[in-house]
C-alpha cells in the first residue's frame, strides 16, 4: 500500500525521487521520506515528514539532500502510527537504509532477538527489523546482496524492498514477494518503483520483476536473480501510456478527470477486440477458444468496486451464458473451505494487479482442480495478469484517483466481452446486436455527462446529511452499491445500498426527513416494482433522488427530484447508471470540502492483507 521509489545516476536526484513520491501518493499519505547518499560528504542523509508528500518538499527545500543514490517512501499505515519516527526509509547505524512495502508476519519475534543482539527500535513498524537484519550481517563480512538473501530467508510475509548502503555508493538493491515493484530503465542512470507511473518523468521503459526476484542496480544496468538464486533475463517493456497520463490537466481533481475520460475508456476496451459484429477470442491470450470450450460454471473473486463490477457480471453471465456464475469477496474466499466444480473458470478482477487479497486467492485457487485462470486487469506487467492462464487488460490508462471511475465502467465492458465469449458456445444468437449497443456506449456516455449541471445541482441536497440510502434491483442492484461505496468514500456520509425489494424487510425502518434515498431506475422489467417501492418512500416522508430513464413517467416534486438519463439498451444499463452516481459523489465530496482524490484511511492499491 506504500509507494517505493529509487534511483541511482550520475546527476542529482533528489528531485526525481520527490517526483516520484508525488505521483506514488495514491498509494499512501500519511507521512514520506527520503535518504540519499550524500555526494559531498560520503554520509546517508534523510529527512522524513508526516503528512503528504507537500510537507517533505517544504522541508527538503530547507534542507536538501543532494546526491547520486538514493530512495524514497510514501506510507500508509499498518505497523504504527503515522508519526515522523515510523515514517521510512529505516536506518541503522547510519549505514543501511530500507524503504518497505508490505507486512513482515513475524516482525515481532525477530525484533526480540535483534534487541537480545543489542539493537535499538526507533519505531513502532515492522520494517526495521529489515534494516537491522541487513546491517548484522554486513557488519559481519557479508556482502549487501548476500546480506540481503540472508536476511530475506528469515521473512514472513509479503514485501517489495530496497536497500541501499552507506560503504557501497554504486549499488542499489531491489526485491519483491507479493508487493508490485519495476526498474525503471535510463542511459546511464536506473531506478526503481512500486509502478511505472512514478518514473514517467524520467523513462519509458521498464523491467517488472517477479515473485522472488532480486536486482542489483547500478548505473550501467541490473543483474537478477530469480527466486531459486540462478541469473533471470526480463523483458524491458515499453510503458504503453503517454506522459501525460498522471496530469490533472483542466480538471479540479483527478477523479472528475478520470470520470470524464470514459468514453474514451470505453473506446480504449473495444478497439482491435471487435470484427464483424464478433468479440475476437484472441484477445485473451493464447489458447482461449479452448479453454473457454470447456467452461460450464464461472468463478469471480475480486475485491471492492471491482467486486462490485462482478456481481454486475452474475446477472449478464446467468442470463445470457445459461451457466451458473458465483462471485465471492477475495478476502472471504481465501479463508474459507470452497468447493471447486467440474469446468469452472476461475476469473480475477483488480485494477491494479497486486491487490493482495484477490492475488492470494488466485494463488491459492490454483491448488485446486479449476478449469483455468482469467485475469481482468489495467496493468499488463501485474502479478495477476503474469500468474494467470488467460488475461484481458481494461485499457483504462493510469487511474489516481482513489475512489475507482474509470476502472468500474471499463471492468464491466470487458465482463460483457467475455460474458459474450461465452455465451456463444451456449447457443445465444445476440452476440452482433449486443455488440452494436457497445459500440454506442461512448456516445451514450458522452450524453450522460451532459447532465453535469443538474447533478451538480442535486449534491447540494447532501451537503448537511449524514446518512443516505441507495436502491436498486436486478443488474442495478450492484450498481446502487458501487454508488453508495463512492459517496462514502469520499464525501464520509454513511451510506448503505439495498435492493429495492428489501425495504419492507427492514431499511425502511430508516427513512424519514432526514434519509436521503437515492434509486436507480432504468426501463427494465422491474421498473414497475421498483416504482411501487419508491412510493413506499414517499408515503413514509423520505426524500427521493432518482436517476431514471424517460420511459419510467416520474413527476418530479417537493419530496422527489429527478435527474432524466437518455435511453439506454437494458444489458447496457450498468455501465451507463454508474456515472451519474460517480458524478453525485464526486460533487458532495467537493461541497463537504472533503479530500476528493485522497480521501483519508485509504489508499488506491491494497497490496497487503
Not at 271 to 281: A, F, K, S, T
Not at 319 to 330: D, H, N, S, T
Not at 512 to 521: I, K, L, T, Y
Request: hydrophobic share 45%; with cysteine.
Amino acid at each position: 500500500m506504500c509507494g517505493i521509489v529509487g534511483a541511482i545516476a550520475g546527476r542529482n536526484i533528489s528531485a526525481i525521487l520527490l517526483e516520484g513520491l508525488k505521483r506514488l501518493e495514491y498509494r499512501g499519505y500519511d507521512s514520506a521520506g527520503m535518504a540519499v547518499l550524500n555526494s559531498t560528504s560520503g554520509q546517508l542523509d534523510h529527512l522524513k515528514r508526516v503528512g503528504k508528500v507537500a510537507e517533505l518538499d517544504a522541508a527538503l527545500s530547507e534542507l536538501p539532500l543532494p546526491g547520486y543514490l538514493g530512495i524514497a517512501h510514501t506510507r500508509w499505515a499498518t505497523h504504527g502510527k503515522p508519526e515522523q519516527r515510523n515514517a521510512h526509509p529505516h536506518l541503522s547505524a547510519d549505514r543501511i537504509a530500507v524503504v518497505h512495502n508490505g507486512i513482515i508476519e513475524n516482525h515481532t519475534a525477530l525484533k526480540a532477538e535483534l534487541i537480545a543482539a543489542g539493537y535499538q527500535f526507533l519505531s513502532e513498524t515492522d520494517t526495521e527489523v529489515i534494516t537491522h537484519l541487513i546491517h548484522r550481517e554486513v557488519i559481519a563480512g557479508k556482502a549487501l546482496q548476500e546480506a540481503l538473501k540472508e536476511t530475506l530467508k528469515r521473512l514472513d510475509g509479503a514485501y517489495a524492498l530496497a536497500v541501499i548502503d552507506q560503504q557501497q555508493p554504486d549499488l542499489l538493491l531491489a526485491t519483491r514477494m507479493g508487493s508490485p515493484l519495476v526498474i525503471g530503465v535510463g542511459i546511464e542512470e536506473n531506478f526503481i518503483a512500486s509502478d511505472p507511473l512514478a518514473l514517467l518523468q524520467v523513462t519509458d521503459r521498464f523491467i517488472y520483476l517477479e515473485e522472488g526476484d532480486i536486482a542489483a542496480i547500478t548505473r550501467s544496468g541490473a543483474q537478477i536473480e530469480d527466486i531459486s538464486g540462478q541469473p533471470a533475463t526480463r523483458e524491458v517493456q515499453r510503458f504503453e501510456h503517454g506522459h501525460d497520463a498522471a496530469d490533472k490537466g483542466e480538471y479540479r481533481h483527478y477523479m472528475l478527470k478520470e470520470i470524464y475520460e470514459q468514453p474514451t475508456v470505453i473506446r480504449n476496451v473495444l478497439e482491435g477486440r471487435i470484427h464483424q459484429g464478433h468479440v475476437l477470442e484472441q484477445v485473451f491470450g493464447s489458447g482461449a477458444s479452448e479453454l473457454f470450450d470447456q467452461v460450464k460454471m464461472v468463478q469471480i473473486v475480486a475485491c471492492g468496486t471491482s467486486y462490485n463490477a462482478g456481481v454486475v457480471a452474475r446477472y449478464w453471465i446467468e442470463k445470457l451464458v445459461g451457466i451458473p456464475c458465483m462471485v465471492e469477496v477475495a478476502s472471504e474466499f481465501r479463508y474459507r473451505k470452497t468447493v471447486c466444480m467440474p469446468g469452472t473458470l476461475f476469473i480475477t478482477i483488480s485494477q491494479s494487479g497486486e491487490t493482495a487479497d484477490t492475488l492470494s486467492a488466485l494463488r491459492e485457487a490454483k491448488e485446486e482442480n479449476y478449469l483455468g485462470f482469467l485475469s481482468i486487469c489495467n496493468v499488463a506487467g501485474s502479478s495477476l495478469v503474469r500468474e494467470s492462464d488467460l488475461a484481458i487488460m481494461t485499457n483504462a490508462g493510469p487511474e489516481i484517483g482513489v475512489a475507482s471511475t474509470k476502472a468500474f465502467t471499463s471492468q464491466l465492458v470487458v465482463l460483457m466481452l467475455t460474458t459474450l465469449v461465452l455465451a456463444r458456445r451456449y447457443g445465444f444468437e445476440g452476440e452482433q446486436e449486443i455488440v452494436a449497443q457497445l459500440q454506442q456506449l461512448s456516445a451514450l456516455t458522452d450524453q450522460v455527462l451532459a447532465l453535469d449541471p443538474q447533478i451538480q445541482k442535486m449534491a447540494e441536497h447532501f451537503v448537511d446529511k449524514h446518512h443516505a440510502l441507495f436502491l436498486g434491483r436486478g443488474t442495478i442492484y450492484p450498481v446502487a452499491v458501487e454508488g453508495a461505496l463512492k459517496l462514502k468514500e469520499i464525501s464520509y456520509i454513511h451510506a448503505e445500498a439495498y435492493p429495492a425489494g428489501e425495504l419492507k424487510h427492514g431499511p425502511l425502518a430508516l427513512v424519514d426527513e432526514d434519509m436521503p434515498v437515492v434509486a436507480v431506475a432504468p426501463n427494465n422489467s422491474l421498473l414497475e416494482k421498483l416504482q411501487a417501492n419508491l412510493e413506499e418512500v414517499r408515503a413514509r416522508g423520505g426524500k427521493l433522488f432518482l436517476f431514471a430513464d424517460s420511459k419510467a413517467q416520474v413527476k418530479p416534486g417537493n419530496d422527489l427530484e429527478l435527474i432524466t438519463l437518455p435511453d439506454v439498451p437494458t444489458v447496457m444499463a450498468p455501465i451507463i447508471y454508474s456515472i451519474p452516481l460517480q458524478l453525485l459523489a464526486y460533487y458532495v465530496a467537493c461541497l463537504k470540502g472533503t479530500d476528493v482524490d485522497q480521501p483519508r484511511n485509504l489508499a488506491k492499491s491494497v497490496t497487503v492483507e
